[in-house]
Each structure stands twice: as structure tokens, then as C-alpha cells.
């Protein structure tokens, strides 16, 4: 009997899951005797991460994956985000982030533990097993095998692996060590609140993005109720700790207290007394508040060695523009499609590392123009979040027409582009 083509994949977030469900399919479909296992660093499924937006092009793809209907009936349909000037509260304009006609979908503000919950129920369907605990210390491969090493001192040893380990990855430091995440300079805040009086928010429909002198100010809904579960993202200048470890960083984020103090005097001071409905918002924050910096990778090709390969943020992390789970599950895809492409044209699973290697530049050729349209528009966004004065606060609340008909185009873009009819030859 012939010995099963084994997968590993590292990493059970948006990424790792979709790439199990997806190769589960292909290998399946060829008859091919297989074995997937997944490696999560965590404990459980995470209940970390704050309300994602799906945008058209990830929702598409998260329906063929057969979870799209489970997610509908928590999340909250997005048609549009609107702009809001925090100096007047007066809307600015919107930007369309969802239109069935244009698009095929609407965009989808859902929290990011349900996501994963629905791709870890798809997984289970699936038979596939997903082993949490797992910290991935290294690799070892040659020319027929590849072995991962846990912290726990269990290994496993597969024919591929799949990196899907998020920004820090360990699989990364493993191929490419001296890329290592930037700190931009900015760090988000987050949490949710149930709102005493909904209906005298000033966003009136889904989501608002406040223009702000300094930062960025998300308030969106993320059920179907629209009237509980107000999500709110503070993006914030915080000045990294002299400790870059995660314990460093906890120094900031752990005190709730001071962390609310922060995003306060950072959006309800006097330059912008208009804002003080949410610091009433703020006071009325019960659950945990988080906190997290955001990262950037440099843009590289290189996202393999070997028998493996990096995926998603562990191959490109940007700060957040909405793409991220859209970016990871289209790589996922087409990794999927590249493999099933050599197996229409070949006999069985014997494939070499030449083989391996000529998949993954196709990968990486094919995937990378793509990437760095968003890259470059995330890490720009971000910049643009950083305090400019006040007097370029207030041009920008004059010339938000601009931005919008551009950022609107670019989106456009984005949101129509179909990773099933990239040509793969």
C-alpha cells in the first residue's frame, strides 16, 4: 500500500483552515491516499481579534468553502462605510464596500472568532485534525521529506509544508530568518459596547470611519440586530517599549484603565469636543478592551525553501485595510489550483522538491503584483493615520472628495478581482 501524501500545515487562522479544506477537496478528487494535519500555536480556537470585514472578493470565496451561509447568520452586511469628520460629525461621503450587482456580494463585519469557528467546523466535516499546543521550533527537510519539531518534543513528518502562522511566524523564521515584522509606529485598540441609545450614533448605516487629526476611529456593527455588539477600533501613535517581547508590549496593553484614558484623551479632547458622545461610549465599554501594534513585513519573493511554503500574513503582513482574510484565502486558492493543475497532467503524487519548487515560483509570480497593489495601499493608509496638525486635519476634510473617488477606484479593483480566473499557465 503507498504511503498517504502527507500535509502539514502550520497555522489555524483563516489561512491554514482554508488551504486544509481546499487540498482536502483536490486530493480527494484524485483519488490520491492523503493525510492533512494542522498545528495551531494556541490552546484552543481563539477568542481573541476583534470584528473583521469580509469584503466581497473573501465572501465569495469563504461560500465556496461552504461556511459563507453559517457566517450570514452572525454577521452584519456592509454596503458602504461612511466618513465622518470628528471635528463637525457631519458625513464626509462613503466608500461602497459592497453592491451584489458590481460585485456578486456584499462585504460582511463578523468577529474574527466566528470565522475561524465556522472553517474549524468545515475542517471537522472533513476529518481532518487540528492539534493545538503546538509552538513550532524547527525544520528540518531533504530531498524526499520534511520534518517539523514542536517545543512539546513531538515531531511529524510530511511531504509538505504549508506555513499559515500569521506575522510572527515561526515557520518564516525557520526559511527566511532576517525578515523580520516592522513596528509602524501605530497600535490599534478595540472592544465592544452595547450602545445606551443606538439611534443617536452619528453613523447611520453600517460603519463609520471618523477623519480624525490623529489616528482612525471605527465604529460598525457586527451582528444582524444592528443594535447590540457596537464594535469601536482605536488606531493610535504609541511609542514602542524599550522591551520588544510580547512582555514588553503587555506593559502597554494590560491596564485597561489606562488604555481607555489613552484612546479618550486621544479622541475626546477639547481640539474635537464634538467626540464626546464617545467617550460616553467608553464609559460604557464593559467588556475587555484589547490592544495590539500593527506590524508590516517587507515585501519579499521569498516565500519558500524546500518543501515549504509561506502563505498569508506569514508571507506578507500589512497593517489592516480589510483584505487580510481575502489576501490569505486567496493564496490558499491558488496554491490549491497550481497543485491540481500538475495533477491533471500527472500520473499520482511523486513529486520532487524540482517539482515543489517550480509550483511555488508560479505561486509567488503569480500572487505578488496582486499583494503588492494592497501592501502599498495599506501601508500608505497608515501613514496617513500619523498626526499631520491641524492644519492639515482641516484640508483634509476639504479635499476627502479626492481621497474617496481615489481610494473608491482602488477598491474597485480589489473587490472584482476573481483568483478562480487568474491564468495559472
Known sequence: MAKPFHVLIVGAGSCGLASAILLHRTLSSHSIPFQISVFELRSGPSTLGGAVNLTPNAVKLLDKLGVLKELETTGCSVRKIELISSRTLQPLGDITFGDIDRYGALSLRIARKDVQGALLAKVAECGIEVQFSKQLESIEQNSESITAFFADGTSVTGDILIGCDGTHSAVRKCIDPDRKPIYTGLSNTYSYVNPPNPSALPIKDTSGIFECRVGSLLLTWSTPSRSEKLFWAAVMQIEAPQDLSKDGWRSIGDDVVKMKKRVKDTYCSERDPQMSFFADLLDATNDDVFFYPVWKLEMSEKWFEGRCVLLGDAAHAMPPLAQGVGLAVEDAVMLDRLLNSHLDKAK???????????????????????????????????????????????????????????????FDEAFKYDVYKEPIE
Open 348 to 410: 499520482g503524487i511523486a513529486i520532487n522538491e524540482t517539482v515543489w519548487e517550480d509550483i511555488w515560483k508560479k505561486l509567488v509570480k503569480i500572487r505578488t503584483p496582486r499583494v503588492k497593489k494592497d501592501y502599498d495601499r495599506a501601508v500608505g493608509g497608515f501613514e496617513n493615520l500619523k498626526d499631520k496638525g491641524w492644519f492639515v486635519a482641516m484640508i483634509k476634510d476639504w479635499v476627502v472628495w479626492f481621497y474617496l473617488w481615489a481610494i473608491g477606484v482602488k
